[in-house]
């Protein structure tokens, strides 16, 4: 049995000024996502440039912030914005929606598309291989802010959460670091080495989030203000990522059904 690390959501404090873990991972997130474009820059035949990437991440980080805040508002605690509607910005509280984060990325990239003269797919799934460790960054910091713990388990690495109970608790925010971070970035990096056809990546990118915050949600206790939606165990997360399996699935279906021989880098 592991007890909960007694951290502190600050991680500088000069004075009155504080700067916060989670936001750091967010940084950290970004800071990422930007070395690993870079990186892709570099293989033979891609059409990116370096000069595009830092367009690209500002495009990025702009959308999965406003879209995962302002999502997370209306999908999860509609409620208390509309007791306190200034809380969408006090994100350093925690509170991101990542499916939101989505659908504001989604708006971000077309616009992206637009600017650049490519197709929102060509965007995607150049993007999609940068995001996965960015995605383990943002589930530490939820760590850190000791948020999103599991429900009860006698599994030897259960983690006691002081400040929730005294039973051991699947430390559900390690699985999903795990899931949707490491693993996730090594199946899209190594899938996305070789040409594929456009929209494969992006297909490949749904179906493996959708699956893994499908099964940790089996896991993970589902925020206080929902419950569960139904049958005792139907979650907000199942309800939002079994769609994104589907989509995924039928992306990646259609992109190797396609014959007009156009790949993605």
């Known amino acids: 049995m592991l007890t909960y690390p007694d951290f502190s959501p600050v991680a500088i404090a000069i004075g009155s000024f504080e700067v916060h873990w989670y936001g750091l991972m967010y940084l950290l997130a970004f800071g990422t996502g930007w070395w690993l474009g870079l990186l892709r820059t570099r293989r033979p035949g891609t059409e990116w440039r370096a000069a595009e990437i830092s367009d690209l991440v500002f495009y990025f980080a702009l959308?999965?912030?406003?879209?995962?805040?302002?999502?997370?508002?209306?999908?999860?605690?509609?409620?208390?914005?509309?007791?306190?509607?200034?809380?969408?910005?006090?994100?350093?509280?925690?509170?991101?929606?990542?499916?939101?984060?989505?659908?504001?990325?989604?708006?971000?990239?077309?616009?992206?598309?637009?600017?650049?003269?490519?197709?929102?797919?060509?965007?995607?799934?150049?993007?999609?291989?940068?995001?996965?460790?960015?995605?383990?960054?943002?589930?530490?910091?939820?760590?850190?802010?000791?948020?999103?713990?599991?429900?009860?388990?006698?599994?030897?690495?259960?983690?006691?959460?002081?400040?929730?109970?005294?039973?051991?608790?699947?430390?559900?925010?390690?699985?999903?670091?795990?899931?949707?971070?490491?693993?996730?970035?090594?199946?899209?990096?190594?899938?996305?080495?070789?040409?594929?056809?456009?929209?494969?990546?992006?297909?490949?990118y749904l179906i493996c989030y959708g699956v893994f915050r499908f099964g940790v949600e089996f896991v993970r206790v589902p925020d206080e203000h929902i419950g569960f939606l139904a049958l005792d165990w139907v979650t907000m997360g199942h309800l939002l990522s079994f769609p994104m399996i589907v989509i995924g699935m039928l992306f990646f279906a259609y992109a190797y059904r396609r014959t007009d021989g156009k790949v993605s880098w």
């Not at 259960?158 to 970035?185: A, K, T």
């Open 63 to 204: 959308g999965a912030v406003l879209g995962g805040r302002i999502g997370y508002t209306l999908m999860y605690n509609f409620g208390a914005f509309v007791d306190d509607p200034l809380m969408v910005f006090r994100i350093w509280e925690g509170g991101m929606s990542y499916h939101g984060g989505m659908v504001g990325v989604f708006v971000a990239m077309w616009l992206y598309g637009r600017h650049t003269g490519r197709t929102f797919f060509q965007v995607t799934d150049y993007l999609a291989p940068l995001v996965p460790l960015g995605l383990g960054a943002g589930r530490m910091g939820n760590f850190i802010n000791g948020e999103l713990w599991g429900r009860p388990t006698d599994l030897p690495w259960g983690m006691v959460f002081p400040f929730v109970d005294s039973q051991p608790r699947h430390p559900s925010m390690l699985y999903e670091f795990l899931l949707e971070g490491l693993v996730f970035f090594a199946i899209l990096w190594v899938f996305s080495r070789k040409p594929r056809p456009t929209m494969a990546v992006s297909g490949l």
